[in-house]
T-cell receptor, first 113, second 113 residues
Framework: GAVVSQHPSWVICKSGTSVKIECRSL??????MFWYRQFPKQSLMLMAT?????????EQGVEKDKFLINHASLTLSTLTVTSAHPEDSSFYIC?????????FGPGTRLTVL | AQSVSQHNHHVILSEAASLELGCNYS??????LFWYVQYPGQHLQLLLK??????LVKGIKGFEAEFIKSKFSFNLRKPSVQWSDTAEYFC???????????FGTGTRLQVFP
């Protein structure tokens, strides 16, 4: 139980394009999902907290117009990287919360050329 | 500011050696404490967690951790490591006034046969 999936697992795109990443809780409902960014050999940095049916709460320094988050249902949250640039290349990880515990997705490797 | 520090960035051990990874958090009241493991190419998995009660908690795969409130520490231990324990280990803290997990910088463990 408590499985979280992400799609795609990796994506390569050209600079200036937008990329959408999906995060799904497969066997439970999650009122809260989180989006993290992980740089090579570094820790997870929380980008935003996503609550179903409401606007996401972004961490300081994260551009909400660049990283659009939609939490349309209790099992799906999406992160759209708009007008991607090479510096947005990173590993993006989502988690879904049930109770007080977070379960993590496998991550999405984004490479912007 | 709320923060988590992991003192060991890279640990190299031989099989059967004992392991202790340090984790300290900044004071901020009541906390939930977690240790996650990230095996190469895989997603974050929960090793163990502390919410309340016995400060010595046991997790999966023979890991344990001790919460020492006076030292704001939650060190991870394993009496005898295996090659399969090679992974990245993250300590995380959730303060009671927030849903967010704050991660330490991670410790890379390499175990040689």
């Amino acid at each position: 139980g408590a499985v979280v999936s992400q799609h795609p697992s990796w994506v390569i795109c050209k600079s200036g394009t937008s990329v959408k990443i999906e995060c799904r809780s497969l066997d439970f409902q999650a009122t809260t999902m989180f989006w993290y960014r992980q740089f090579p050999k570094q820790s997870l940095m929380l980008m935003a907290t996503s609550n179903e049916g409401s606007k996401a709460t972004y961490e300081q320094g994260v551009e909400k117009d660049k990283f659009l988050i939609n939490h349309a249902s209790l099992t799906l949250s999406t992160l759209t990287v708009t007008s991607a640039h090479p510096e947005d290349s990173s590993f993006y990880i989502c988690s879904a919360q049930t109770g007080v515990e977070q379960f993590f997705g496998p991550g999405t490797r984004l490479t912007v050329l | 500011a709320q923060s988590v520090s992991q003192h060991n960035h890279h640990v190299i051990l031989s099989e059967a050696a004992s392991l202790e990874l340090g984790c300290n958090y900044s004071y901020g009241g009541t906390v939930n404490l977690f240790w996650y493991v990230q095996y190469p190419g895989q997603h974050l998995q929960l090793l163990l967690k502390y919410f309340s009660g016995d400060p010595l908690v046991k997790g999966i795969k023979g890991f344990e951790a001790e919460f020492i409130k006076s030292k704001f520490s939650f060190n991870l231990r394993k009496p005898s490591v295996q090659w399969s324990d090679t992974a990245e280990y993250f300590c995380a803290v959730r303060y009671y006034n927030t849903d967010k997990l704050i991660f330490g910088t991670g410790t890379r463990l390499q175990v040689f046969p």
